[in-house]
Nanobody
Framework: QVQLVESGGGLVQAGGSLRLSCAAS????????MGWFRQAPGKEREFVAA????????SYVDSVKGRFTISRDNAKNTVYLQMNSLKPEDTAVYYC????????????????????WGQGTQVTVSS
């Protein structure tokens, strides 16, 4: 079992930055691949970024490449999403998710393949 708690959301002007954090419970966090997703009002949940269990592999949706960076600190049981050059279209509730990777290095972009989800944190970017 893994419990995930996101933090770091808020209101920011376009062009600004935020860093989201996702703190995980459990002693086996390092064995999980992690992902960030977002959901805007009236839209489906969208993949944003993913990272392998050891941080060696990452993947991003095209719309955030070059602006967002996913990272993890397994000693702190935490995954991060650094968001720079934010745009109004980045406004959404952001969720982190975990899937057991059995220490195989892969990134997972499909929401349906994740086992655990956080409660979400709101990010609002004003124009």
């Amino acid at each position: 079992q893994v419990q995930l708690v996101e933090s770091g959301g808020g209101l920011v002007q376009a062009g600004g930055s935020l860093r989201l954090s996702c703190a995980a419970s459990g002693r086996t966090f390092s064995g999980y691949a992690m992902g960030w997703f977002r959901q805007a009002p009236g839209k489906e949940r969208e993949f944003v970024a993913a990272i392998s269990y050891n941080g060696g592999s990452t993947s991003y949706v095209d719309s955030v490449k070059g602006r967002f960076t996913i990272s993890r600190d397994n000693a702190k049981n935490t995954v991060y999403l650094q968001m720079n050059s934010l745009k109004p279209e980045d406004t959404a509730v952001y969720y982190c998710a975990a899937v057991w990777a059995s220490y195989y290095s892969f990134t997972q972009e499909r929401a349906g393949n994740y086992d655990y989800w956080g409660q979400g944190t709101q990010v609002t970017v004003s124009s």
